[in-house]
Antibody, heavy 118, light 107 residues
Framework: QVQLVQSGAEVKKPGASVRVSCKAS????????IHWVRQAPGQRLEWMGW????????KYSQKFQGRVTITRDTSASTAYMELSSLRSEDTGVYYC???????????WGQGTLVTVSS | DIQMTQSPSSLSASVGDRVTITCRAS??????LAWFQQKPGKAPKSLIY???TLESGVPSKFSGSGSGTDFTLTISSLQPEDFATYYC?????????FGQGTKLEIK
């Protein structure tokens, strides 16, 4: 079945970087885009950016511009989200989601908890 | 950025009830609106996109409507598994933005 499986929880110190992976299975990886969404504790969902399906073009939310990089490895059917210069406000659950075809943001990965603490 | 505002923020209802959640955009977004359901500790699940198109596998008890700035999600014949938090999302322009959520609780 179609699924996205994300890497495990991370604990980072302020100023560090984190890379979260999102491995796809059950479909042709290159036919769909991948979006990344963050949910800070008790907060609404927050779109971070996406990587396009055909040409690796990316688009980022201005809020994260300069700190976030989304890439993919088509040979591994895996997308990555790297966030740098971490601060405590970056603590939250990070999700990847597939987009394309007859679906919108379906399915989602299970989420990766990133904790930023000194 | 386009601001998305949902109402109510929380809602109590009984099994079998029909409920409606509204979502208002700070500017017109045509029909570029999606609805998601999220249960505690779980990833969101897509229910509806393009304001009224059900994702495959989503039961027809869920329905969406609206265009421009005002949208609604209606859930008929509530069942225990429907009690969750619901979010709207606009994807008319970057950055895509979500509403603050509506928590649907059992009365």
């Amino acid at each position: 079945q179609v699924q996205l499986v994300q890497s495990g929880a991370e604990v980072k110190k302020p100023g560090a970087s984190v890379r979260v992976s999102c491995k796809a299975s059950g479909y042709t990886f290159t036919n769909y885009a991948i979006h990344w969404v963050r949910q800070a504790p008790g907060q609404r969902l927050e779109w971070m950016g996406w990587i396009n399906r055909g040409n690796d073009n990316t688009k980022y939310s201005q809020k994260f511009q300069g700190r976030v990089t989304i890439t993919r490895d088509t040979s591994a059917s895996t997308a990555y989200m790297e966030l740098s210069s971490l601060r405590s406000e970056d603590t939250g659950v990070y999700y990847c989601a597939r987009e394309g075809g007859d679906n919108w943001f379906d399915p989602w990965g299970q989420g990766t908890l990133v904790t930023v603490s000194s | 950025d386009i601001q998305m505002t949902q109402s109510p923020s929380s809602l109590s209802a009984s099994v079998g009830d029909r409920v409606t959640i509204t979502c208002r955009a700070s500017q017109g977004i045509s029909n570029f609106l999606a609805w998601f359901q999220q249960k505690p500790g779980k990833a969101p699940k897509s229910l509806i996109y393009a304001a009224s198109t059900l994702e495959s596998g989503v039961p027809s008890k869920f329905s969406g409507s609206g265009s421009g700035t005002d949208f609604t999600l209606t859930i008929s014949s509530l069942q225990p598994e429907d009690f969750a938090t619901y979010y709207c999302q606009q994807y008319n322009s970057y950055p895509y933005t979500f509403g603050q959520g509506t928590k649907l609780e059992i009365k």
